[in-house]
């Protein structure tokens, strides 16, 4: 579920912005849908240095989120 306040408010904020506002989920969620690992990486570590009890990878914090990746099979998304 996304919440209309923040998508209107954070939407054109970059991955590095969204992370000093402390939006993990957000940022990692932009960082996989450009499929810019390097991102994912950054969105780690910076979790990771204010976590009470780390993750080791991307995956694990993709698990902790509940964020996935968009199925290939996926041609585009329509607003209803």
Do not use: W
């Amino acid at each position: 579920m996304v919440d209309r306040t923040a998508c209107g408010r954070y939407q054109k904020l970059s991955c590095h912005k969204l992370l000093e506002h402390g939006l993990y989920k957000a940022a990692l969620c932009g960082a996989e849908y450009d499929g810019n690992v390097e991102a994912q990486r950054t969105v780690l570590e910076s979790y990771n240095a204010q976590a009470i009890v780390p993750v080791a990878d991307v995956d694990q914090l993709r698990a902790r989120f509940g964020v996935f990746g968009v199925p290939a099979s996926v041609a585009g998304v329509e607003r209803v």
